[in-house]
């Protein structure tokens, strides 16, 4: 067997560290295909591959809030062009109207300049150029004040229209990145996991662990005490045990994190912001002795993480890339605190 190279310190998102740490496994050509690497190796392989999903997880959960902004500001951009294409028919009503007018007074003799004006121009050139001061009573001056406030409007309506469709042009092209981010750590952990054999491959992932096994099989239902919209929230959360961790999913064949919760939390008549951040400010802050089933609980220093307490120290969540939604207890990850909706 090759020489091992000697793993560098833990790095989370470093292509070379995570080649160091996975040695003469991956990359020596003197050693015999698919070695296995010493055990120090193997461990610092499987901080690596830790570290790169839950980067993943973390970018996933910053994908998510931007494609509910995004959401938000095509519905808002929407309902901003159908203002506008409204306001724009009023204007041509009114420039019927002042049509008539004209009329009426042509053959009474002649047409008002301002009347002119308006009828020879654009609604914003007459804006820029006439002003109603000097406009005489009665219906010419009245239908002209309308003109001048509507026109104001569509104005500001093209403004924020405009302003909201850059908006989502920003934030689309942030998506896009983000969902580059998140395939870019998912491809690198799969190349270091590619590179060992299977044994080793499933003791990095965890696969090995029986009891983990068995606490996302299918087909498990809440015995626990919890009645009502609690109860409902828990029967929805088993009954998705076993499926598939998939980034930026919310169901109902796969879920991420956050959109497990929600889901969860909206089969019990609760509603929940997409994204863990926001999911900590939905809810009453509880101090972890006094956690009950239902209660929301949170992980990692950006809250990047988040699943739902299930009673007797166990917690119900959809995992990370490669896993299913699983029962684990509540001190697996670090904890960060806990909120109850």
């Known amino acids: 067997m090759g020489t091992h190279r000697r793993p560098r310190p833990a790095g989370r998102t470093r292509t070379a560290v995570l080649g160091a740490a996975a ?108 002003g109603l001061q000097d406009l005489a009573g009665g219906q010419q001056a009245e239908a002209l004040s309308n003109a001048l406030r509507l026109q104001q ?50 003791r990095v992932l965890g696969d090995n662990d029986q009891a983990a096994s068995r606490s996302s099989a299918r087909g498990q239902t809440y015995t626990g005490p919890a009645t009502g919209q609690v109860k409902a929230i828990l029967d929805f959360a088993y009954a998705q045990l076993g499926k598939p961790y998939r980034w930026g999913a919310a169901g109902p064949d796969s879920f991420d994190c956050s959109g497990l919760t929600q889901m969860a939390f909206r089969a019990g008549g609760v509603g929940l912001p997409r994204v863990s951040q926001d999911q900590w400010n939905a809810g009453k802050r509880i101090a972890k002795a006094d956690i009950q089933p239902g209660d929301l609980l949170f992980y990692y220093n950006d809250l990047h993480h988040v699943g739902i307490y299930i009673g007797n120290g166990k917690l119900l969540h959809a995992p990370r890339t490669g896993k299913n939604v699983e029962i684990v207890g509540i001190d697996v990850m670090p904890y960060m605190g806990a909120v109850r909706p």
Request: no cysteine; proline share 3%; charged share 25%.
């Open 23 to 130: 040695g003469a496994a991956v990359l020596l050509p003197t050693a015999p295909a698919w070695a296995e690497p010493a055990t120090g190796s193997l461990d610092q392989v499987k901080a690596n591959v830790d570290g790169l999903y839950e980067d993943a997880e973390a970018a996933t959960e910053q994908y998510n809030k931007v494609d509910e902004q995004a959401r938000q500001l095509q519905q808002k951009a929407g309902k901003l062009q159908e203002r506008l294409a409204g306001q724009q028919a009023k204007i041509l009503e009114l420039q019927d109207s002042l049509g008539a007018l004209a009329a009426d007074q042509y053959r009474s003799g002649g047409i008002d300049p301002s009347v002119q004006l308006m009828l020879s121009t654009s609604p914003d050139e007459y804006l820029r150029r006439a």
């Open 153 to 202: 409007s569509i104005d500001q309506e093209r403004a924020e229209t405009s302003a909201t469709l850059a908006e989502l042009e920003q934030a689309r092209n942030t998506m896009t990145a983000k969902k580059s981010e998140v395939q870019g750590k998912l491809a690198e952990a799969s190349r270091v996991l590619a590179g060992l054999k299977a044994a080793d491959r499933a």
